[in-house]
T-cell receptor
Framework: DGGITQSPKYLFRKEGQNVTLSCEQN?????MYWYRQDPGQGLRLIYY???????QKGDIAEGYSVSREKKESFPLTVTSAQKNPTAFYLC?????????????FGSGTQLSVL | AQSVTQLGSHVSVSEGALVLLRCNYS??????LFWYVQYPNQGLQLLLK??????LVKGINGFEAEFKKSETSFHLTKPSAHMSDAAEYFC?????????????FGTGTKLQVIP
């Protein structure tokens, strides 16, 4: 069954702690993205990756880090430097070539601060 | 530079009534335009997209949108609202320039359907 799997669905972070959100896809898409969603603010791009071992900062990368060691995986780490991490995080992919403008989304991870 | 403005963060309609969600865009190049829908605690799903072909675009679940260049608008409509249409809707724009597509999203409109 093809798709994008985000885990966990809910995550709690303690003060000063780093946490990692998982995103795995079996759609064979080259590009992967992380978005942050806050109520009333829409979606904001954190990081994106077009190919393995390469990624670029989006609009709000401060306090976050990513890696892209495999085509299927694009984990996001929320570091202790991110002072307001509570949000809904969405992973997305897009196919190569024609149709690359369309985004496919996972079901999201809700991160909260304890 | 590109941006999207969605007029109205909340819209309420009666079941069976017309749904109209407004979106205006700004783009320095010919744009691709999208409407996505999000159900509670879920990811976004593409409803429809405009990619410089027909200006009236039909999507899933009976939704359609019309690209009006002169008005820089891409409003979403559905003739008759169903209870299942209650969700949050996002308009989005990306440059029609090939390669990596950086998508800019609007702030969303929550649609409430009243029985």
């Amino acid at each position: 069954d093809g798709g994008i799997t985000q885990s966990p669905k809910y995550l709690f972070r303690k003060e000063g702690q780093n946490v990692t959100l998982s995103c795995e896809q079996n759609l064979n898409h080259d590009a992967m993205y992380w978005y942050r969603q806050d109520p009333g603010q829409g979606l904001r791009l954190i990081y994106y990756s077009q190919i393995v071992n390469d990624f670029q900062k989006g609009d709000i990368a401060e306090g976050y880090s990513v890696s892209r060691e495999k085509k299927e995986s694009f984990p996001l780490t929320v570091t202790s430097a991110q002072k307001n991490p509570t949000a809904f995080y969405l992973c997305a992919t897009s196919p190569p070539g024609r149709g690359s403008e369309k985004l496919f989304f996972g079901s999201g991870t809700q991160l909260s601060v304890l | 530079a590109q941006s999207v403005t969605q007029l109205g963060s909340h819209v309420s309609v009666s079941e069976g009534a017309l749904v109209l969600l407004r979106c205006n865009y700004s783009s320095s190049v010919p744009p691709y335009l999208f409407w996505y829908v999000q159900y509670p605690n879920q990811g976004l799903q593409l409803l429809l997209k405009y990619t410089s072909a027909a200006t009236l675009v039909k999507g899933i679940n009976g939704f359609e949108a019309e690209f009006k260049k002169s008005e820089t608008s891409f409003h979403l409509t559905k003739p008759s609202a169903h209870m299942s249409d209650a969700a949050e809707y996002f308009c989005a724009v990306s440059p029609n320039s090939g390669g990596y597509q950086k998508v800019t999203f609007g702030t969303g409109t929550k649609l409430q359907v009243i029985p």
